[in-house]
């Protein structure tokens, strides 16, 4: 069965293809984040409490830059990619009004599978925030 809004399968990926991807954090992506997750840490959405930290105020989620990489895969591969594994490794926080630089690269193709693994980098201002790797699903064999 064919699907009309699928851009890219497995056959149009190949070792090397890369994508860039960008955004700015908002305090209401924190806090909308914050409703949609359930996490209430007040890291995020207190300043005076986030003052006292090793962070000295606060900062985003996490879980809310590594959804950028998200953003940059569909952007990239297109509709009906799904996720098979991610890894991430937190290197420095992101603070509301940091523009967040996520680049994805084609690291490995298994053919046998329909799958592509990526290299997955988030930075701000040059300093790499999360970096680590992707494995993603062709929708269509």
Request: a negative charge; aromatic letters at 8%; glycine letters at 6%.
């Amino acid at each position: 069965m064919k699907n009309d809004n699928i851009t890219k399968t497995f056959q149009d990926m190949s070792l090397g293809m890369n994508s860039y991807f960008e955004r700015i954090v908002t305090e209401e992506h924190i806090n909308l984040f914050s409703e949609v997750s359930g996490d209430k840490n007040p890291l995020h959405l207190d300043e005076d409490f986030a003052k006292k930290t090793i962070f000295g105020g606060r900062i985003a989620h996490g879980m809310l830059t590594a959804s950028h990489i998200s953003a940059a895969i569909v952007n990239f591969a297109g509709p009906g990619w799904i996720y098979i594994n991610q890894s991430l490794k937190f290197r420095s926080p992101v603070r509301i009004g940091d523009r967040v630089d996520t680049h994805l690269e084609v690291d490995k193709l298994i053919p046998e599978k329909f799958l592509v693994q990526l290299s997955t980098v988030c930075s701000v201002d040059k300093t790499i925030i999360i970096e680590g790797s992707a494995t993603i699903k062709s929708p269509v064999n």
